[in-house]
């Protein structure tokens, strides 16, 4: 069962990847050539920006192919722990994006070189309004498997998307403004787009590496597995409770009280059946290690 729900879920990172990557080589080719026409150069711009996000994608596909290796005796508890370095990976070129976008912006404004962008056409309008709805459509498309599938990966390039998306924007605004005589519209939206990007960045790096330092899960999450923990017959209280995120899969650590005059085959079979529910209740839950500690009596 285990085995079949990985495959799926690398089947559909593989798949939305895959979009990406056609998608991707659609609007760089069509932002290139349109930037060249209409004389934009923020469009060009934004365009080996677009040209740039096929990379982020193929290092997703091999982050999670990676990631969904079996076990062996190397890495007993599998290889999930790749696709947090693959966030990473891609955490480090939206940082780097957005700082090249900022540093340009910069260095345009303090050189006064936005004044004599020559004005662009019509088609680069087009053209960038265009971009701007394919790759909002690429976010959502992209995210929404993120969050089916829990994989880091995938939703680092739902928003190397997003920030493709507001590049756009920045060349929107720059288009528009040197269309009516504003040239330095361009630079400046690209300044605060920078900081959307690096502030991205940042969050994306924050998340794998908590995944990859045995963080533990939510409160909400951890309330559920105590629920489900209680509701087992035979179940007097709990004693320690233990989570700690791997990748996008949570392990528990778990010491429950039950009464000492049982058998070690009932205490063996109550805590089978808190193992079972809680992987059958909890999706996220890939292991649950159970000590049973006999129940200290209280004086009377």
């Given at each position: 069962m ?7 879920q ?12 056609i998608?991707?080589?659609?609007l ?10 209409s004389?934009?150069s923020?469009l060009?711009?934004d365009?080996?920006?677009?040209a ?11 982050g ?19 696709e ?17 976008i ?20 019509i088609?680069s ?81 924050r ?43 949570i392990?528990?650590?778990l010491?429950i ?15 089978h ?5 809680v992987?059958q ?9 159970i ?10």
């Open positions: 285990e085995i079949m729900q990985k495959n799926k690398t089947e559909i990172a593989v798949r939305v990847s895959a979009v990406s990557i998608g991707n080589i659609v760089s080719v069509l932002k290139i050539l349109a930037g060249i026409i004389h934009s923020a060009v711009s365009g080996i920006h677009s740039s996000d096929l990379v982020s994608s193929v290092i997703v596909i091999v999670v192919k990676l990631s969904s290796k079996e076990e062996d005796a190397d890495h007993p508890y599998g290889h999930e722990r790749l947090c370095v693959a966030a990473i990976v891609l955490s480090v070129l939206l940082l780097l994006t957005g700082c090249l900022g540093h340009q912006a910069f260095e345009t404004i303090i050189s006064g070189k936005a004044e004599t962008v020559i004005q662009p056409g088609f309008l087009t053209a960038v309004i265009l971009s701007i709805i394919m790759k909002e459509a690429m976010y959502w498309y992209t995210r929404y498997y993120a969050v089916r599938i829990h994989s880091g990966a995938l939703m680092a390039d739902a928003w190397h998307h997003r920030s493709d998306s507001l590049s756009s924007v920045g060349a929107l605004i720059g288009i528009i403004g040197a269309r009516h005589g504003l040239q330095i519209l361009d630079p400046a939206a690209c300044l605060v787009i920078c900081i959307f990007i690096i502030k991205t960045a940042y969050e994306i790096f998340d794998a590496v908590n995944q990859m330092v045995d963080k533990a899960c939510d409160k909400e999450t951890e309330a559920r597995i105590r629920d489900c923990i209680m509701k087992q017959e035979g179940v007097i209280s709990i004693d320690l409770l233990k989570t700690r995120t791997f990748a996008n899969r392990y528990v650590d010491e009280s039950a009464d000492g005059q049982m058998t070690l085959a009932e205490a063996h079979e109550i805590a059946r808190i193992h079972d529910n992987e209740e909890i999706q996220d839950v890939k292991h649950i290690m000590h049973v500690n006999p129940a200290q009596k209280t004086e009377k």
